[in-house]
């Protein structure tokens, strides 16, 4: 799980070092509320018609209740959006200090998941979002990631054959972005025809590098705890 802390930092953490930024006690089980206030940010589907959009915008699911490559799931039925619905932003890979790149419209919850309507920016005023919502549609960039504050989590007895190791029941959508690279093997588009083509579980996290005056991008270097 990538987590991003108040002072802006941005690590990876396992799932030990990730309770412990919650606030959950070793060894816990079941569900408690948690006392961490940072922010998760997790990789999620892209969700597209046959026609690629919708003349208002992209069809995008935002959370499923999928087993990540973490042994994570988050409940759909647990989001708390009404905040976000406020300013509903869509940023470029988690970027603060660069401006949105389109909004949401839309946000409903199934028992699938969390969905909304992404639209971009119009080109005339914003060619880089523009640009972003054209590689969408191109199939060029296709995932996306959402950002979240913890209010509630379970963890679950083992069961042999489930690989769940942490549930979020409740949780406070705080941003969602578009990025290059998901880091669960379910943050893909659907492409024409219906179906999903599967990344490698190889593949890593959204990189949230720095743009440096040369314009050179910087990796920040990951921690594990």
Same mark, same amino acid.
């Given at each position: 799980?990538?987590?991003?802390? @108040?002072? =802006?930092? %941005? *690590?990876?953490?396992?799932?030990?070092?990730?309770?412990?930024?919650? =606030?959950?006690? @070793?060894?816990?089980?079941?569900?408690?509320?948690?006392?961490?206030?940072?922010?998760?940010?997790?990789?999620?589907?892209?969700?597209? %018609?046959?026609?690629?959009?919708? +003349?208002?915008?992209?069809?995008?699911?935002?959370?499923?209740?999928?087993?990540?490559? !973490?042994?994570?799931?988050?409940?759909?039925?647990?989001?708390?959006?009404?905040?976000?619905?406020?300013?509903?932003?869509?940023?470029?890979?988690?970027?603060?200090?660069?401006?949105?790149?389109?909004?949401?419209?839309?946000?409903?919850?199934?028992?699938?998941?969390?969905?909304?309507? *992404?639209? &971009?920016?119009?080109?005339?005023?914003?060619?880089?979002?523009?640009?972003?919502?054209?590689?969408?549609?191109?199939?060029?960039?296709?995932?996306?990631?959402?950002? &979240?504050?913890?209010?509630?989590?379970?963890?679950?007895?083992?069961?042999?054959?489930?690989?769940?190791?942490?549930?979020?029941?409740?949780? +406070?959508?705080?941003?969602? #972005?578009?990025?290059? *690279?998901?880091?669960?093997?379910?943050?893909?588009?659907?492409?024409?025809?219906?179906?999903?083509?599967?990344? #490698?579980?190889?593949?890593? &996290?959204? !990189?949230?590098?720095?743009?440096?005056?040369?314009?050179?991008?910087?990796? @920040?270097?990951?921690?594990?705890?």
């Amino acid at each position: 799980m990538i987590l991003r802390t @108040k002072n =802006g930092e %941005t *690590v990876t953490v396992a799932r030990n070092g990730l309770l412990h930024f919650l =606030g959950v006690e @070793k060894g816990f089980e079941g569900v408690q509320k948690v006392a961490g206030d940072v922010e998760l940010i997790a990789a999620v589907p892209i969700a597209m %018609t046959e026609g690629g959009e919708f +003349e208002s915008g992209y069809p995008w699911t935002l959370s499923t209740y999928d087993l990540d490559r !973490h042994g994570e799931r988050i409940d759909p039925m647990g989001w708390e959006y009404e905040s976000y619905m406020q300013n509903p932003v869509v940023e470029w890979a988690h970027r603060y200090d660069i401006p949105a790149i389109g909004k949401i419209e839309g946000l409903a919850i199934d028992g699938q998941g969390l969905h909304g309507i *992404v639209k &971009f920016n119009e080109k005339d005023f914003d060619p880089f979002g523009w640009s972003i919502g054209e590689r969408v549609k191109a199939g060029v960039i296709r995932a996306g990631s959402v950002g &979240f504050r913890v209010i509630e989590i379970e963890i679950p007895p083992a069961r042999d054959g489930d690989e769940t190791a942490l549930i979020f029941r409740k949780q +406070e959508l705080l941003e969602f #972005s578009i990025c290059n *690279v998901p880091a669960n093997p379910y943050a893909l588009a659907k492409m024409a025809g219906g179906e999903n083509k599967t990344l #490698s579980r190889n593949w890593g &996290f959204p !990189h949230f590098g720095e743009i440096s005056s040369t314009g050179i991008q910087e990796r @920040k270097r990951w921690t594990s705890l």
